[in-house]
């Protein structure tokens, strides 16, 4: 079973500081996702990577940056957390299309709270 | 812009009842078209999915009705019952463009009640 594993359930952080949200998945897949979830929003896309040091913008990336140094691993980056960043954060994968898989598999997020 | 437009928002029924939960798109491009599932404290998984050159698609009590020149599918459930009770998401995406992300609709929060 394809398994996308986040660093933290749960984070509390002050504002101002900066955050890292980890996310790791362990079935080799070529894309991987940052989103986040807010009541009556829905999952909005702040950035994905299709493949090692690559990224693209999603729809909402202001105030986020990322990082994918491996292949695994793909880190969401607040680089001065506010408020307003407070919600659900998922990270997904996902192979590409054509090959089963390809529909993204999600973690189980990280509710972030900014004080 | 919304791409995709789901609706209602929330949705109570009783069970053995057959929620029904509506989307509609705009971009023709689209190929593909999954639900997820997504319960409190879980990331969303997907449900079940469908491609445009069929109709109608089952999977245990899930169906999916696929409406092309409307533009619509939707999500049927069959004889509900409480564990069915989740937050659902339909989406869209053009495999056929190459990678291109998911778009989600904003979610339908179904409770089903004894």
């Known amino acids: 079973d394809v398994k996308v594993t986040q660093s933290s359930r749960y984070l509390v952080k002050r504002t101002g500081e900066k955050v890292f949200l980890e996310c790791v998945q362990d079935?080799?897949?070529?894309?991987m996702f940052w989103y986040r979830q807010d009541p009556g929003l829905g999952l909005r896309l702040i950035y994905f990577?299709?493949?090692?040091?690559?990224?693209e913008k999603g729809d909402i990336p202001e105030g986020y940056s990322v990082s994918r140094e491996k292949k695994e691993r793909f880190s969401l980056i607040l680089e001065s957390a506010s408020t307003n960043q407070t919600s659900m954060y998922l990270c997904?994968?996902?192979?590409?299309?054509?090959?089963?898989?390809?529909?993204?598999?999600f973690g189980p997020g990280t509710r972030l709270t900014v004080l | 812009q919304q791409q995709v437009k789901q609706s209602p928002q929330s949705l109570i029924v009783q069970k053995g009842g057959i929620p029904i939960i509506n989307c509609a798109y705009e971009?023709?491009?689209?190929?593909?078209f999954p639900w997820y599932q997504q319960f409190p404290g879980k990331g969303p998984a997907l449900l079940i999915a469908?491609?445009?050159?069929?109709s109608e698609k089952k999977e245990g009590r899930f169906t999916i009705s696929f409406n092309k020149s409307a533009k619509q599918f939707s999500l049927h459930i069959m004889d509900s019952q409480p564990g069915d009770s989740a937050t659902y998401f339909c989406?869209?995406?053009?495999?056929?463009?190459?990678?291109?992300?998911?778009?989600f609709g904003k979610g339908t929060r179904l409770s089903v009640i004894a």
């Open positions: 997904a994968s996902s192979t590409i299309p054509g090959l089963a898989g390809h529909i993204p598999f």
């Open positions: 079935m080799d897949h070529e894309n």
């Open positions: 990577s299709y493949d090692v040091k690559m990224k």
């Open positions: 971009n023709t491009a689209f190929d593909y």
């Open positions: 469908i491609r445009p050159d069929v």
């Open positions: 989406a869209a995406t053009a495999i056929h463009s190459g990678n291109t992300p998911l778009v």
